[in-house]
């Protein structure tokens, strides 16, 4: 079964910039679509970005031209670079298939405040 631990986060102020990490266990990952998620308090879990096996990426309106998703399938490794931070886009930061299948990690929570 696949774990999923998300890492990286942190508190910045806004303009800032920070990378997440997400480990994974498991040879799915490597052929797996993959995508970062986040979840605001009290709001739904919403997709960030996805990248397939072979690096295609996709963004969110919000967040495109501003974060940039990548992997690295040897090490069962995605990353997500995240510049010019604004205060919505505080979350707590998931990652997990497109769409997601796998059991969900505890998340990494990014707090962008003045």
């Known amino acids: 079964q696949v774990q999923l631990v998300e890492s990286g986060g942190g508190l910045l102020q806004p303009g800032g910039s920070l990378k997440l990490s997400c480990a994974a266990s498991g040879n799915i990952f490597r052929v797996a679509t993959m995508a970062w998620y986040r979840q605001a308090l009290g709001k739904q879990r919403e997709l960030v970005a996805q990248?397939?096996?072979?690096?295609?990426?996709n963004y969110a309106d919000s967040v495109k031209g501003r974060f940039t998703i990548s992997r690295d399938n040897a090490k069962n490794m995605m990353y997500l670079q995240m510049n010019s931070l604004k205060p919505e886009d505080t979350a707590v930061y998931y990652c997990?298939?497109?769409?997601?299948?796998?059991?969900w990690g505890q998340g990494t929570q990014v707090t962008v405040s003045s």
């Open positions: 990248i397939t096996s072979g690096g295609n990426t």
């Open positions: 997990n298939r497109a769409p997601p299948l796998f059991p």
